[in-house]
Nanobody, 115 residues
């Protein structure tokens, strides 16, 4: 089982940027497809981006495509989410997990975008 710690969230104005990090430990990180999920206020958790093990093929939901970039550093057991041109609708708690998602979820990191 992979254990996960997300960081990098915060309060930002619309149009701003944030870079989220997810540090993984446990089993071999490079064996897993990784993803970022978002849980908006009052809504369920949804996947927004994924990245394969290597060479890092990516997938994005249409509403973040062109604004968000997922990447990974297998040597550091870390996956990143660069978020640019943030919108108020990007507000939520962001989580990372393996794909398919494991039973363990980290605490997430709160992103709040003010308009």
């Amino acid at each position: 089982q992979v254990q996960l710690v997300e960081s990098g969230g915060g309060l930002v104005q619309a149009g701003g940027s944030l870079r989220l990090s997810c540090a993984a430990s446990g089993r071999t990180f490079s064996d897993y497809v990784m993803g970022w999920f978002r849980q908006a206020p009052g809504k369920g958790r949804v996947i927004i981006a994924t990245i394969n093990q290597s060479p890092g093929r990516t997938y994005y939901q249409d509403y973040v495509k062109g604004r968000f970039t997922i990447s990974r550093d297998n040597a550091k057991n870390t996956v990143y989410l660069q978020m640019n041109s943030l919108k108020s609708e990007d507000t939520g708690v962001y989580y990372c997990n393996t794909i398919p998602a494991g039973d363990y979820w980290g605490q997430g990191t709160q992103v709040t975008v003010s308009s």
